[in-house]
Each structure stands twice: as C-alpha cells, then as structure tokens.
C-alpha cells in the first residue's frame, strides 16, 4: 500500500437534513491505488457521502483533502474539474440518443483516443452506435463507467454499481476496480455485497446511522468481523442460508442448503394463486416480448423467475402490474380474470407487485412517506367519509416503519428523501400489507438492501407464503432463488424454461444451462405435487 499523501482525506465531515444527522463527523482516508469500500446499512450515508465528495451537496462541517490539497466543492463541476468521476445508483444516460451521442454530450477534447485508450486499457468494449434505451442495463452500466473513465478521474467513486448486474457484468466490473487502481488512481465503492468487498477491495470504511464504526486495510477484516459493524449485531445472528450468499460461508450457498422446508399453506386451497396461460405479449414496436407463458403459482407457494436480465422479466412484472396488455392469452388470480383490471383493480383484488423501478413506477417520491405506505387505501383513515385523520395515519405509519426497521426523519417525511434501500423497505412493506393477499409478484425484492434487511426481507416473503399467499420472485441473484424458492423457472427470449427443483443436487448447474437456452426436462418432473409450473 502506498505511503504517498492519501488520495482522498476527509476529517469530520458532517451533513444534516432537517433533523436528520446522515453524516455525523466522518473520517475517511483514500490511498492512491488503492479501492476503498464504504459499507453500511440502509440509511447509513453512504450516498450523501458520495454527494459530497462528488459536489452535488454542500457539508455543514468538515475538511476535504485531495491528493494533499484543501478541496471545497460547490457544484458537481468542481468535482469533475479536480478530477473524480462519480458512478450513481441512478443512470445519467439519455436514453433516446446512441452511446456516442451520450459520449459527445461530455463535450471532451479528443473523444476518440479517449474511447480508444479506455477501449484498450480497460477491456472496455462498446457500441458507440447502439440506442442507449434498447440496451440491457448491465451494458448501460459499462457506458456510465466508460464515460466516468473517460475524464481519465485520479478518483473514481461508484455508489453500489453492481446492484443491477449480472454475475458475468459484476465481474467485469471488479476486474475494470482492480485495473484501475493498478494503474495508480484511486476507486471509491459503495457496496452491500461482502462477497465483493473480499474479491477487489483493499480497504474499508463502515457507516452505521452516519457515524463511522469501524475501518481499515480489509486484510483484517473478514466478514464475520464486518457484518457486527454494519447491522449492530453479530454475523451469526444471520440466517444462515443468507450468510453463505454474502462470503460468511466458505462456498456460495446452493442446491442442499436452501432453506429449511416450509410446512404446506395450513389454508389448505387448491388451484393456484395466480395463473397465465399462453400469454403472448408484444413490446410497442411489434416484436415478440414473451410468448406461449404457462404459470401456475400455487397458494403457499413461491415461485422463482430466474435468468439474465432482459429476457422477458421487465415484461412479465408489467402485464401483472397492469401496465401492459397480453396480446394474447390469460391471467387469473384465484380464478379471476385479470385482464382488463387496472392497477388499483388488482391491488383490491389481492394482486401486490414490487417492480424493479420502485422510484418511478413503486412510489409517489414527491408525496409523503405514510401516504405512500397507505396508498390506494387512505379511505380506512377517512372520518365522516371525508376528513383524513393525518394523526391514525401517522399511528400507523410510524407502527410500519419500526417493524420494518424504515430508516427515515419520520411518516411526513416526502418519500424522495429516503435513501434507496429505505425507499424499496417501504414499497414492500405496502404491499406485504394488502388485505387479502392472494399473490406477491417481486422483482427483484431484496436489490439494494443491507445484509440484515435481506434477511428480514425473506423472512416476511417465507411468512407471507406459510399464510397462504403464493409468491413471485423475478431474481438475477441465483442464490437469493435457491434459498427462497420451491420452484425456479428461467426467463429465455421471452420464453419460460424449467421448472428446476432448487433443492436438486445439480439445481445450479441445470438452471445455468437453461440461462443459455437448453430445453433440459427436470427427471421427474418439479418434485413436488404442486400445480405445474412453466410447461414447456
Ligand atoms: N435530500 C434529503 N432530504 C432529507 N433526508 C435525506 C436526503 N438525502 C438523504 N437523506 C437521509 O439521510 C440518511 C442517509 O441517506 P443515504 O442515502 O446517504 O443512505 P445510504 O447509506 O446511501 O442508504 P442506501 O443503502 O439505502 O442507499 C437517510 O436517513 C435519508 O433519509
């Protein structure tokens, strides 16, 4: 490790919003070459840090050094002048316009030798002709990181970059972390992942409700001395299925480890939940986006939809939202024809949806945090059918917000000042809330959660199905599939391939192999006497 002045220093850095402490006298030292991880539960300021070194927030105390100079940035263009590109959560890609278009938008001298220095030096390859709005997210993730590299930054930061990609995606992008730093410049990465922390980063800081908790070179950190500083509670206090999946165990969790069998739904129905036959769906331009769909999610049961982003997912969560039409086909929940039902038809009907976009499509950002946790059903809290009682419905909302650990100012606070994770804990826990629930359809639900919400997450999903509801989970993490499921199927070219038994020895393996395409029957059928899933 280098003992030249830290790339980065920052000395008691706080920033508050309203009442709210989000960063609470921070330190932080950067080395040159070095990738630096900042860990940290939901809530615990790791974007507002971020924001601050990247200039879109002002600190209301603290001094930041960079490479050994007094840095006070203003504006993001300060930030960028000194030389750090910053990766958000959120892309800044114009989506209408092709990659090279977006690249010229940077207005940088000599963009082509750039392109062609990052091309050769990071293994970057891109299509600078292609539509930024046609490609798969993890492709637009390597356009924000081509263009951060772009600026040739002597500080890279990434606020959790890798929560939309896939495996393949994240390595590559671990790999681009490790070169960069090698060369000589200095990454910071917001991550939830230990898995990740272990395989590229050199150091770490971890925030827990803005102050620091812990830190230093990682060498002496392994997860079960992480986990305490990050959630306030030992390692061993996660489920144990859920530590093999973030590095706690010596092999990933898989096939055998799953979680203990659930008992079957004590309401004992038959039939399922929720049901699509032969459904057809075309995307705007004509093309097929799924086709032939037969799904059957059993009461009590849950059902995984696995698979490489892109193949059809986005479409089956929006026809089961409502904001898409089957060009063909049927969708039923509990026997009943969804079809033509709106949005709100389907949530009064039992049908709760998570999708992947909480922000956009999950949540009203610019209203409150408790009338979007009661959306859709603010008549329970009407007095004389008229009035709003904001006091019950601040009871209540405070109730859901200490039982599912919501990090935020308080239930009026407006929903686009939570932080990430905290905004996806209060969609779910809005939906887990719908009475009856007949089916929960989530995509990706536990996506941007610190490791002890992951946990707190399956919990609820695993109550949620022993009480008769059945469950949808649209996954690109295998492993959360494997420990949630009693039955994955895997989205291919808009098609549904399996089932796979995850508790199959080869259940990994068999699952890989019908990401790629292959037709493989499962030997016996889905092993269970459940309804059929995906028949192919
Ligand atoms: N603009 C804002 N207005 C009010 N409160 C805010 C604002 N931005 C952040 N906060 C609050 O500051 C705290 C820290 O938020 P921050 O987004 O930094 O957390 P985080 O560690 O990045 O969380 P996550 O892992 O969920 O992304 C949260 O309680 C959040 O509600």
Redesign the pocket.
């Known amino acids: 490790m280098s003992t030249a002045v830290p790339a980065l220093e920052i000395t008691g850095l706080t920033k508050s919003?309203?009442t709210?402490r989000?960063l609470d006298e921070v330190d932080l030292v950067v080395e040159p070459g070095t990738v630096h991880c900042v860990l940290?539960?939901?809530?615990?300021?790791?974007?507002?840090?971020c924001h601050v070194v990247g200039g879109s927030l002002t600190p209301d105390e603290g001094v930041l050094r960079l490479y050994g100079s007094p840095y006070a940035p203003r504006r993001p263009a300060d930030a960028l002048a000194a030389g750090i590109a910053m990766v958000h959560?959120h892309f800044s890609l114009v989506p209408t316009l092709t990659v090279g278009e977006n690249l010229r938008l940077l207005r940088l001298p000599d963009l082509p030798r750039r392109v062609a220095r990052v091309r050769d030096e990071y293994g970057l390859e891109l299509d600078l002709g292609a539509r930024v709005g046609e490609l798969p997210v993890g492709v637009r993730q390597r356009v924000e990181i081509v263009k951060a590299l772009l600026r040739e930054p002597r500080l890279l930061v990434l606020d959790?970059p890798t929560g939309v990609l896939g495996p393949a995606e994240t390595d590559a992008l671990l790999a681009t972390c490790r070169r960069i730093a090698g060369s000589g410049q200095a990454v910071v990465l917001?991550t939830?992942k230990l898995g990740e922390v272990a395989r590229v980063g050199d150091t770490a800081t971890v925030?827990r409700g803005?102050r620091v908790s812990g830190g230093g070179p990682l060498s002496g950190l392994p997860p079960e001395r992480l986990v305490p500083l990050m959630i306030g509670r030992p390692a061993d206090s996660l489920d144990a299925a859920l530590a093999g999946t973030i590095g706690l165990a010596p092999e990933e969790s898989g096939p055998g480890e799953a979680a203990a069998p659930r008992p079957a739904a004590p309401h004992g129905r038959t039939g399922a939940a929720l049901r699509l036959r032969d459904v057809g769906v075309r995307r705007a331009d004509g093309t097929s986006a799924l086709s032939g769909i037969r799904l059957d999610v059993g009461f009590g049961e849950i059902v995984g939809v696995a698979g490489v982003e892109g193949n059809g997912q986005s479409e089956l969560m929006a026809l089961l939202g409502g904001s898409l039409a089957p060009a063909s086909g049927s969708v039923e929940l509990d026997g009943r024809d969804l079809v033509r039902a709106t949005p709100r038809d389907r949530s009064r009907a039992g049908l709760g949806v998570v999708p992947e976009d909480r922000l956009h499509e999950g949540c009203v950002p610019q209203l409150r945090v408790d009338e979007n946790l009661f959306l859709g059903r603010l008549d329970r809290f009407r007095r004389h059918g008229v009035f709003l009682d904001r006091r019950a419905m601040g009871r209540a909302a405070d109730d859901v917000l200490t039982g599912h650990g919501i990090?935020?100012?308080g239930p009026g606070?407006l929903m686009?000042?939570?932080?990430?994770?905290?905004q996806q804990k209060v969609v779910l826990a809005r939906e887990l809330a719908l009475d009856p629930l007949i089916c929960l359809a989530a995509a990706q639900p536990t996506r941007?959660l610190?490791i002890g919400a992951v946990g707190a997450v399956h919990a609820r999903i695993r109550d949620a199905a022993a009480a008769g509801t059945g469950v949808l989970v649209v996954s690109s993490e295998l492993s959360e599939l494997l420990v949630l499921c009693d039955r994955i199927v895997v989205a291919y070219r808009g098609e549904l391939l399996g089932p796979v038994d995850p508790s199959a020895p080869d259940a990994r393996d068999r699952i890989g192999a019908l990401m790629l395409g292959a037709h493989t029957p499962e030997p016996g059928g889905s092993g269970t006497a459940r309804p059929p899933g995906a028949v192919r």
């Open positions: 919003f309203g709210m989000a940290g539960e939901n809530g615990a300021g790791k974007s507002t840090l959560q959790e917001v939830h925030l803005g990090r935020a100012a606070a686009s000042s939570l932080s990430g994770g905290n941007g610190d």
